[in-house]
């Protein structure tokens, strides 16, 4: 089992506070996804990285992959309450995604 | 509308019971798989499959079986039902092409299953 940490689990701040969420490993992955939940639903895509110590904006949500390829951080500029989710990271391993613990957001109005 | 559709959306068991989780998609995708969702343990792959007819299992197959007869659809069997596997499953497919890591998984919207 490809152990994939996130931190913090539960995280609730107010709208316009930035945020970082974070993804360890000590597990090697060939790429890393972000998703997004809501209740009642499957994860949906955000991100996809695969260079170690690459950076991708997706308006304002930045994504980081470690140099070693082992973690990843998700930072938040600005939280909107439309934020509000379950944020998983995937590590991918044998051609297999490995989902992470879950970062339960919720940004008050 | 395209996607991966999941039926039932809920259900009540009873231990010793079986049942089989429907799951189809739309998309022609290759990659299919089953994951189950339990709180603090993020999502867990249960089985997976590469294309018709291949199979293959993942990190929890234990009580679980799968075939893969079309594209399109993925059932998963519970064979004996234990309160362990309360949970919510999850069936998701992906592009064969550059496999999920291309465009990501696309995910049903889960079954819920209780088991008493």
């Known amino acids: 089992t490809q152990l994939l940490e996130q931190s913090p689990q539960f995280l609730s701040i107010q709208e316009g506070e930035n945020l970082t969420v974070y993804c360890n490993s000590s597990?090697?992955?060939?790429?890393l996804q972000w998703y997004r939940q809501e209740p009642g639903e499957g994860p949906v895509l955000l991100v996809t990285?695969?260079?170690?110590?690459e950076v991708k904006k997706l308006k304002r949500l930045t994504f980081q992959f470690g140099d070693a390829r082992k973690d990843s951080s998700l930072h938040i500029t600005a939280a909107q309450p439309g934020d509000t989710g379950l944020y998983l990271c995937?590590?991918?391993?044998?051609?297999?995604?490995?989902f992470g613990t879950g970062t339960s957001l919720t940004v008050i109005p | 509308n395209a996607g991966v559709t999941q039926t039932p959306k809920f259900q009540v068991l009873k231990t010793g019971q079986s049942m089989t989780l429907q799951c189809a998609q739309d998309?022609?995708?290759?990659?299919m798989s089953w994951y189950r969702q339990d709180p603090g343990m993020g999502l867990r792959l249960i089985h997976y499959?590469?294309?018709?007819?291949?199979?293959d299992q993942g990190e929890v197959p234990n009580g679980y079986n799968v075939s893969r007869s079309t594209t399109e659809d993925f059932p998963l069997r519970l064979l004996s039902a234990a309160p362990s596997q309360t949970s919510v499953y999850f069936c998701?497919?992906?592009?064969?092409?550059?496999?999920?890591?291309?465009?990501?998984?696309?995910f049903g919207s889960g079954t819920r299953l209780t088991v008493v």
């Open positions: 998701a497919s992906s592009h064969k092409g550059t496999g999920p890591r291309g465009y990501g998984y696309t």
């Open positions: 597990s090697v992955f060939s790429s």
């Open positions: 990285v695969v260079t170690g110590g």
């Open positions: 995937a590590g991918e391993a044998g051609n297999q995604f490995y």
């Open positions: 998309m022609n995708h290759e990659y």
């Open positions: 499959s590469v294309g018709a007819g291949i199979t």
